[in-house]
């Protein structure tokens, strides 16, 4: 820190490299020299202003100091002005005052002493506290060397306390090799052993060393603050990198700020998924399902909730699209909520993470066609969609800490609490106290990081942004579903073993021929029907499913586990089963299951109920029902009849041998679809 001047012989640095003014010209020109390469060049004295105003030049005192002066003024214009007490800085304002007043005097002390005395004597009551004896001439000589050498900065008339002390170990270098050996192999360890731990080895090793040496040539033993002193003296990062990983340093030493900004709404959403925790209970028979998953997409502008989707399914596809579709459309009317939810639109930038269920499907595409680009956050960092974050912590604490069955962050928060026999909620009261607290509650909150509520944000500047809809329903789920090449026929489209037919396509083959191929859109969420793109305008043509009954509103996967089971009774029995039958069937072994296993998950289980009509579920057996003797024989290889369900789940008739049907399907149920099977003595038992 000091001053500079554009005068002959001024050193300064522009741009990294050093110079020095060689000749200042006339009209305001400045003649100066490389030091490094010697080459000479001119410049305006106005350019090199406007480089310094930049921060590109910097003035050099004019001579170079030594290595030991340098390093005294490194630490004290870097360290000691953080450092010094305002006791400190108003005694360097004194000394700098008995430099000033003795500016230009002959520095022999005859002529020193006696001004030394006479500006000590006119010092007020409070400087003579800081000062309270004459100064001797060669500390006033002292400090004015200083001052000159440091170019007049009055830092350099601070005391030197940062330089004070023993700068070299005062360890044998045998010992300091070991310490820094065993630092380096057991404390910056994985393993994070404790000091005492690392202490007690280097002192053993120290002890077998001095086994080997006479008693005058022993190694002194190291004490506890020595190597806490050693260890101190590595950079915090390292250590911590070194004992948790590079990942946890990162995290831990990470630089927060504000990070991407929305100005206007509908600008910038995130979108993420978080399994809440919370049991909820079967709507029929009050049975702990499970924790369900929330996917949420929440404006970074205004913290507006534009969208969510909350099922049993695990994070996918699905899901995502389930939300997006909810945010993009406009909500319907909801007599349960008091305020409107006006949050609807085409987002511009959907941020997302690296889950699979962002990247398995082309969600990049999908989003493209409305004019929404997917930015994708860096692997493993959180942090860069912290507002989602954050927003699922808030619906943890305010939201789910008033619902019984909570389960808590971790099993020593939970204690003895039983979540799932606390648990008295369903899934659909769930979504709807979900959407109450979050457009009643969480929009019309004052909003620490706002200032204002997210509802008066958003209604506040909404009328800034031109707001789109894609330019259909239809057009929406066909954007996120999966593209296909199927043939169509005199039968329809086949795919997933379902035939889909409609008066369209039959229209399609007068036109392009019997049998050609076309492109479809399936839908997950829905195999009921799919859309065919007409060849002629590139239009959707919705298609129902011909089986409408068995099909409308059953999932992709609940189809393909139906699939997997008729499949395997017909293996055995060589006759068709239908996928209805098979629907049936499975139907019913779930709520016999519910029954007979009240402490099994049953998150799985509600996904198959879903949508489906109520079940009847069978009454107990009366208590005098007679035990069923239990048969032991080998599989028979005769097919076997369609599975009975028994009436009474806890006393069913005594059952044949297993056959290799039965087997089967005991597998398929146990491992695929979750649903225990019927053959399980012990439980009825």
């Known amino acids: 820190?000091?001053?500079?001047?554009?005068?002959?012989?001024?050193?300064?640095?522009?741009?990294?490299?050093?110079?020095?003014?060689?000749?200042?010209?006339?009209?305001?020109?400045?003649?100066?020299?490389?030091?490094?390469?010697?080459?000479?060049?001119?410049?305006?004295?106005?350019?090199?202003?406007?480089?310094?105003?930049?921060?590109?030049l910097v003035f050099k005192s004019l001579a170079e100091p030594t290595s030991g002066a340098r390093a005294a003024m490194r630490v004290l214009n870097n360290a000691l002005l953080a450092a010094v007490t305002p006791a400190q800085q108003k005694l360097a304002a004194l000394r700098l005052h008995f430099v000033k007043r003795l500016e230009g005097v002959v520095t022999t002390r005859a002529v020193v002493e006696p001004l030394i005395e006479a500006i000590w004597t006119g010092l007020g009551a409070p400087e003579r506290e800081l000062m309270p004896s004459i100064p001797h001439a060669s500390s006033v000589s002292r400090w004015r060397r200083q001052y000159r050498e440091c170019d007049e900065s009055i830092n350099a008339l601070l005391d030197r306390v940062a330089l004070k002390g023993n700068r070299e170990s005062r360890l044998h270098p045998e010992v300091e090799d070991l310490v820094e050996r065993c630092i380096q192999e057991l404390y910056l360890a994985p393993e994070r052993r404790n000091m005492e731990t690392v202490l007690a080895a280097i002192n053993q090793h120290i002890d077998a060393a001095n086994l080997q040496r006479i008693s005058s040539e022993h190694l002194p033993r190291v004490g506890y603050s020595c190597l806490r002193t050693r260890i101190r003296e590595i950079p915090a990062y390292d250590v911590w990198a070194a004992r948790y990983g590079k990942r946890s340093a990162d995290?831990?030493?990470?630089?927060?700020?504000?990070?991407?900004?929305?100005?206007?709404?509908?600008?910038?959403?995130?979108?993420?998924?978080?399994?809440l925790d919370v049991f909820v209970v079967d709507e029929q028979t009050g049975l702990p399902l499970g924790r369900p998953w929330?996917?949420?997409?929440?404006?970074?502008?205004?913290?507006?909730?534009?969208?969510?989707?909350?099922?049993?399914?695990?994070?996918?596809?699905?899901?995502?699209?389930?939300?997006?579709?909810?945010?993009?459309?406009?909500?319907?009317?909801?007599?349960?909520?008091?305020?409107?939810?006006?949050?609807?639109?085409?987002?511009?930038?959907?941020?997302?993470?690296?889950?699979?269920?962002?990247?398995?499907?082309?969600?990049?595409?999908?989003?493209?066609?409305?004019?929404?680009?997917?930015?994708?956050?860096?692997?493993?960092?959180?942090w860069y969609k912290g507002k989602i974050e954050?927003?699922?912590?808030?619906?943890?604490?305010?939201?789910?800490?008033?619902?019984?069955?909570?389960?808590?962050?971790?099993?020593?928060?939970?204690?003895?609490?039983?979540?799932?026999?606390?648990?008295?909620?369903?899934?659909?009261?769930?979504?709807?106290?979900?959407?109450i607290w979050t457009v009643d509650f969480y929009h019309q909150r004052r909003h620490s990081a706002l200032g204002e509520k997210p509802a008066a944000k958003w209604a506040r500047l909404i009328g800034q942004v031109d707001r789109h809809l894609p330019d259909s329903a239809e057009s929406m789920e066909a954007s996120f579903g999966k593209p296909l090449k199927r043939t169509l026929g005199h039968q329809g489209v086949q795919n997933d073993s379902l035939l889909y037919n409609s008066d369209a396509l039959a229209a399609l083959r007068h036109r392009h021929g019997d049998r050609f191929v076309i492109s479809v859109i399936t839908n997950?969420?829905?195999?009921?029907?799919?859309?065919?793109?007409?060849?002629?305008?590139?239009?959707?043509?919705?298609?129902?499913?011909?089986?409408?009954?068995?099909?409308?509103?059953?999932?992709?996967?609940?189809?393909?586990?139906?699939?997997?089971?008729?499949?395997?009774?017909?293996?055995?029995?060589?006759?068709?089963?239908?996928?209805?039958?098979?629907?049936?069937?499975?139907?019913?072994?779930?709520?016999?299951?519910?029954?007979?296993?009240?402490?099994?998950?049953?998150?799985?289980?509600?996904?198959?109920?879903?949508?489906?009509?109520?079940?009847?579920?069978?009454?107990?057996?009366?208590?005098?029902?007679?035990?069923?003797?239990?048969?032991?024989s080998a599989?028979?290889?005769?097919?076997?009849?369609?599975?009975?369900?028994?009436?009474?789940?806890?006393?069913?008739?005594?059952?044949?041998?297993?056959?290799?049907?039965?087997?089967?399907?005991?597998?398929?149920?146990?491992?695929?679809?979750?649903i225990a099977n019927q053959f399980k003595k012990e439980a009825f038992a």
Not at 19 to 48: C, K, S, Y
Not at 251 to 275: N, T, W, Y
Not at 574 to 586: E, F
Not at 635 to 654: Q, R
């Open 294 to 382: 929330l996917t949420v997409i929440l404006d970074e502008c205004t913290r507006m909730v534009l969208g969510y989707s909350l099922s049993f399914d695990d994070p996918s596809a699905m899901t995502v699209m389930r939300a997006l579709r909810h945010a993009m459309l406009p909500k319907d009317e909801d007599p349960d909520l008091l305020n409107a939810w006006p949050a609807w639109g085409v987002i511009r930038t959907l941020v997302v993470d690296n889950g699979l269920e962002f990247h398995g499907f082309s969600l990049d595409h999908a989003t493209g066609r409305f004019g929404t680009t997917v930015q994708t956050c860096p692997r493993r960092q959180p």
């Open 1 to 56: 820190m000091g001053v500079g001047s554009f005068t002959m012989g001024q050193r300064f640095e522009l741009d990294g490299q050093r110079h020095h003014i060689t000749r200042v010209l006339e009209d305001e020109r400045i003649e100066f020299e490389n030091a490094d390469n010697g080459r000479r060049q001119e410049l305006l004295l106005g350019e090199l202003l406007g480089h310094h105003k930049k921060g590109r």
């Open 390 to 435: 954050r927003y699922f912590r808030t619906v943890m604490s305010d939201l789910l800490s008033e619902i019984p069955g909570r389960t808590f962050s971790n099993v020593l928060e939970r204690g003895d609490y039983d979540s799932a026999k606390h648990a008295v909620i369903t899934l659909e009261s769930l979504n709807r106290v979900l959407k």
């Open 635 to 674: 599989p028979s290889s005769k097919s076997t009849p369609g599975l009975e369900v028994p009436t009474a789940p806890f006393s069913p008739p005594a059952q044949p041998a297993r056959t290799s049907t039965e087997f089967a399907d005991e597998l398929l149920l146990t491992l695929d679809a979750g």
């Open 251 to 275: 995290v831990k030493f990470r630089s927060s700020g504000l990070g991407e900004q929305a100005s206007l709404p509908l600008e910038r959403a995130s979108i993420d998924h978080c399994r």
């Open 524 to 632: 997950d969420e829905d195999v009921g029907y799919l859309y065919a793109v007409c060849p002629d305008t590139g239009e959707y043509l919705k298609v129902p499913a011909v089986d409408a009954a068995y099909a409308n509103g059953m999932t992709r996967w609940q189809h393909r586990k139906c699939r997997e089971y008729a499949n395997l009774l017909s293996e055995e029995s060589q006759d068709n089963v239908s996928l209805a039958d098979a629907k049936q069937r499975i139907r019913k072994l779930i709520a016999q299951d519910m029954l007979l296993n009240p402490g099994k998950s049953r998150s799985k289980l509600h996904r198959w109920l879903k949508g489906q009509d109520p079940l009847e579920v069978p009454a107990p057996a009366p208590a005098s029902a007679k035990k069923p003797t239990r048969k032991k």
